[in-house]
């Protein structure tokens, strides 16, 4: 319907018209005769029938052999659906009532979309639909430009193969060239944005209407279930006609959505009253043509399925429509339907679609009922993906990318000669050294740095004041954080994978405490503490020297999800009993005495004290025999305090943690109050504590230094220089030689830890789904580690290896999520940004924390053991073990449909359960018993060879695969029971 425009761009467009079928002999054409608005069919072409019919086979042997010339690469396919309806005043228009991108949307009353939402079919639309493309006409590879072409050759073809009467080919016409209306138009643009020929030519329909008494065209279906959406007419075809905004914004909103190089599939289904039973006709165009006259959005239309038919016809068009919608919005249907050659090839697609669906019994059901019926459908899906990418890998293309590709090498492997792994990371990754800066110019990258600090800086207070707490203040917050920040920032300089985040971690912390108490009990040697620490992080640069020279990081390969499990889950209890222990001697050193007690009153009078100030000039605590070595005793409002500001600052933490997966606000508004979770919690309880503090309360703040000096340095110790003495101890003493050589031992132990920190966090953030480009950098890494764990030693520092709670988070900060996903579906991971700057700038950010002196000795012990129950809490949440531990006290038929409880029979799982809690109450002990504390990592190596040599004499393989398997570290066992970033919350 676009004579005019055409005559504009091309005179001789409208004389003749040939398509590759080339049984089209018949141009729609407007005549000054009769009537200046009547529609006729003037022939360009007599032809006898013989002739048409050899002309026709001519046409599809050309055809069959031009197949080849026309570009058959799948395209990704927007589908709309548009039925016939009559307006209120009686007219009729096609009107859009469903999309597909990847799952179907309705339209709905007041011009919007319903939820995306799976479609589901009834089987006989799909026998019908398979029954339409059957007997139909099929035009493959039509090479025509416009609409009405298509539609002559259609109606042609139709009547050639004798499935319409020639009475009926202008009233088919008609009704196929009827205007459009889509979803959130509105009636009042409908003036302004049509031209005036198009106007002309609904009118010239209308006077045909009336003056023709034998076109009659009825739109009776019935349902009339979406009538009344206010009607638009769109940009049209390429006619430079302004869109209303209205209009305009809708369609770009779901053109984001929209993948790029997207292609239409428009299917018109309707009821008419003039035709005796339906036709139908699947047509498959050469190339896209921009139809915007038809379609929602500014897509080229590649496809077209048409199907009208009379009303009290055993048919539900709608359906029909749905059903071939579906199809199309299917992979594999829409991969056949490109590289179809023949009417067959669509058909066997069909078959194939119908073999892989599963028809729903009528009946009521429960959702839960279903849930074993869409894992299953899951679970045929990416068999089908699987298949499909087998078959596709040879023939596909290499993706084109702007960013150069790297050669995955494997980066574990042992290369035969020294250091060769470490020289191999540092060739693969400094190329890029320059790009590590420039990629960091993202809004993203700057959000990720506040995000990530808050992260780092909350964990080294939290740690720093524990760790002051157990080693009497020879290390403490001040320490944390400058190692934290120095470490860091040189890390963050030269490593090979700078998305890991350096830090302390529990294991860390329980191993120093350890080692600390072992001296000091057993060997009477405290004062030498930080001398023995100096060796033994001599020994800890040596160790991870010869380990990377030798490439001793594959060893790492061995360690499985049975041994993590287990660390996790007892990193994860000691957590848990620090703070329950700490509460305890609280509660000790706070008791409730009576009302008249002397702890109660002043030394002077012994009248009631009146302020808390009072108490501390009282230097006798008649409670040391309880073990209370606190600063504040005595005030039993305090142990009630501490427990309120420690679970109130949990569970906080842990709501808004829990918040991000709720409905309210907006996304990005839920993440980020979940993200900063934690400092919220803290600000929080700070504020309450500091609005206590008149009502004589007045609890164990954070300690920070000995003095009240101001100043970069204020060690938490007094008597101790910045760089340790190697042999003299503080007090003038000197350390026998052979505690030296003895130092290996604790070496040993301690660069056990840092290893398995850092090379499974390695494993973790360099997961192949991860998609990361610039390397990894499991020997470059361990090294400088290495050489940061002497450097720390001799400076009197804590002992820092990769984080994975902050290295997790940094990489989910930085990682950009697909916007232009389909409506309904999940946003997939585009890239990680690979960058050095947010490392390197989060740690500085720490250094310059150390000025923030007077905002941290406001901080409640209470709070920071709230921080300790919330990562304890949370780093249970996604470990395998504790599900299968529920398991034991479920009965069978609440058990849910995971594939180890499939294939296992249930008293190897509980077995295989049972040892892996034996191993951690081994480890519990050990960490318990004093003389044996130390030797803690020991116990963890020793799970990998028990892991390796003893459990498959217990079990076979495929037992193991399901219960213990490989992918340990991707965060996804591939299964749908799994959560999501099981490593994530390790403390």
């Known amino acids: ?232 007419v769109r940009n049209l075809s390429n006619m430079s006609v302004g869109r209303t905004p209205a209009g305009d914004s809708a369609s770009q909103g779901i053109m984001r959505r929209i993948p790029i190089g997207s292609e239409c599939c428009d299917v ?222 040189i890390f963050g300089l030269f490593s090979a994978q700078p998305l890991i985040i350096l830090g302390s971690t529990g294991p860390m912390l329980v191993f120093e405490e350890s080692l600390y108490k072992y001296i000091k009990d057993q060997f009477c040697l405290e004062e030498f503490f930080m001398q023995i620490r100096f060796w033994t992080g001599i020994w800890i640069f040596i160790m991870s020297t010869i380990t990377v020279a030798c490439d001793g990081a594959f060893f790492i390969r061995y360690v499985s999800r049975f041994t993590e499990e287990i660390v996790a889950f007892l990193i994860s209890f000691i957590f848990i009993y620090e703070v329950v222990d700490w509460l305890r001697v609280v509660y000790v050193c706070n008791p409730l005495l009576p009302a008249n007690h002397e702890a109660y009153c002043s030394p002077a009078d012994k009248s009631l004290a009146t302020t808390y100030h009072d108490y501390q000039s009282d230097n006798g605590c008649p409670l040391k025999e309880y073990g209370c070595t606190r600063d504040v005793h005595d005030v039993p409002n305090n142990a009630l305090f501490s427990t309120i500001l420690c679970l109130g600052t949990f569970f906080i933490a842990l709501f808004l943690s829990q918040f991000r997966r709720s409905r309210f606000l907006g996304k990005s508004a839920r993440r980020l109050l979940g993200d900063f979770g934690i400092p919220i919690s803290m600000i929080i309880m700070v504020v309450i504590d500091v609005a206590a503090m008149p009502t004589y309360i007045n609890s164990e703040k954070l300690k920070l230094s000995y003095t009240n000096e101001s100043g970069i340095y204020f060690p938490s110790k007094e008597n101790r220089d910045f760089f340790i003495n190697p042999i003299v101890s503080h007090k003038g003493r000197y350390l026998p030689w052979y505690w030296i050589l003895a130092c290996s031992i604790p070496g040993f132990l301690a660069f056990s830890l840092i290893f398995l920190e850092t090379e499974i966090t390695e494993l973790i953030i360099n997961n192949k789904n991860k998609m990361l480009r610039k390397g990894t950098g499991h020997f470059l890494d361990m090294m400088l580690v290495g050489v940061l764990a002497s450097f720390s030693a001799v400076c009197g520092l804590p002992w820092m290896c990769a984080a994975t709670t902050s290295c997790v988070a940094h990489q989910g900060a930085l990682s950009i999520m697909s916007k232009d996903h389909a409506p309904g579906e999940k946003p997939k991971l585009v890239c990680v940004i690979e960058q050095r700057a947010t490392n390197i700038l989060v740690h500085l950010l720490i250094g310059v924390s150390l000025f923030f002196k007077p905002i941290l000795v406001i901080i409640p012990n209470g709070v920071l053991f709230g921080i300790f129950l919330y990562i304890g809490f949370t780093c249970l949440t996604g470990i395998h073990m504790l599900k299968r531990i529920k398991i034991f006290f479920m009965p069978v038929k609440h058990h849910p449909d995971a594939a180890f409880l499939r294939n296992v029979r249930h008293w190897k799982i509980h077995l295989f359960t049972l040892i892996q809690l034996i191993c951690f109450l081994l480890l519990v002990g050990v960490k318990l018993f004093k003389p044996l504390a130390p030797f803690f990592p020991l116990f963890l190596i020793l799970l990998v060879p028990l892991r390796l040599h003893l459990l498959p004499k217990i079990f076979d393989n495929k037992e193991l695969g399901h219960l213990d398997p490989e992918e340990a570290f991707s965060g996804d066992d591939g299964d749908s029971d799994n959560d999501e970033g099981s490593t994530s919350h390790r403390p």
């Not at 991969?335 to 729903?360: I, Q």
Request: charged fraction near 25%; glycine fraction near 6%.
């Open 268 to 489: 018109l289904v309707g009821c008419v009253d003039f035709l005796e039973h339906p036709v139908m006709a699947f047509i498959r165009l050469a190339k896209a043509i921009p139809l915007t006259q038809i379609t929602e959005v500014p897509i080229p239309v590649r496809f077209m399925f048409f199907l009208l038919g009379p009303t009290n016809y055993n048919l539900d068009y709608h359906e029909v429509g749905r059903s071939m919608s579906t199809l199309m919005s299917d992979s594999f249907f829409h991969d056949a339907a490109y590289t179809a050659n023949s009417r067959d090839d669509l058909l066997s697609a069909v078959n194939e679609f119908l073999d892989e669906s599963m028809v729903l019994p009528p009946g009521e059901w429960d959702k839960d009922l279903l849930m074993p019926i869409t894992k299953q459908q899951n679970r045929n899906n990416l068999r089908r993906q699987r298949t499909a990418r087998r078959m596709r890998r040879d023939a596909k293309k290499p993706r084109r990318d702007s960013r150069p590709a790297v050669v995955r090498r494997d980066p574990l492997a042992r290369t035969g000669r020294a250091f060769g792994g470490m020289i191999a990371d540092i060739k693969q990754r400094y190329p890029h050294y320059a790009s590590d800066f420039t990629d960091a110019f993202n809004l993203q990258a700057i959000v990720a740095l506040f995000f990530v600090y808050f992260t780092c800086f909350c964990s080294a207070i939290t740690y720093g004041g524990l760790l002051g707490d157990k080693t009497y203040q020879y290390m403490g917050v001040s320490e944390m954080l400058i190692s934290t920040s120095v470490c860091g920032v």
């Open 1 to 232: 319907h676009h004579h005019h425009h055409h005559k504009r761009d091309n005179n001789n467009h409208l004389s003749v018209v040939d398509s590759v079928k080339g049984d089209h002999n018949k141009v729609l054409r407007p005549t000054e005769s009769h009537n200046n608005s009547r529609l006729q069919y003037v022939n360009s072409k007599k032809r006898s029938n013989w002739d048409r019919t050899r002309w026709r086979e001519r046409g599809e042997h050309r055809q069959e052999k031009m197949v080849a010339g026309f570009d058959h690469t799948p395209h990704n396919v927007f589908v709309e659906l548009d039925e016939l309806y009559q307006t209120d005043n009686g007219e009729l228009q096609w009107k859009e009532t469903a999309r597909w991108i990847k799952f179907e949307e309705d339209a709905q009353e007041g011009g919007r979309w319903g939820k995306p939402h799976v479609a589901s079919l009834s089987f006989h639309s799909l026998l019908d639909f398979r029954r339409c493309l059957e007997y139909g006409v099929m035009l493959l590879d039509l090479d025509v430009n416009d609409l009405i072409t298509i539609v002559n050759t259609i109606v042609d073809k139709m009547i050639n193969n004798e499935m319409l009467d020639e009475e009926n080919r202008l009233q088919l016409i008609w009704a196929m060239l009827l205007k459009h209306r889509h979803v959130g138009e509105h009636q009042k643009s409908r003036a302004t944005a049509t031209p005036q020929h198009l106007l002309q030519r609904s009118h010239s329909f209308d006077v045909s209407i009336s003056k023709s008494n034998d076109i009659h065209i009825n739109m009776a279906d019935g349902k009339g279930q979406n009538g009344g959406v206010p009607p638009l």
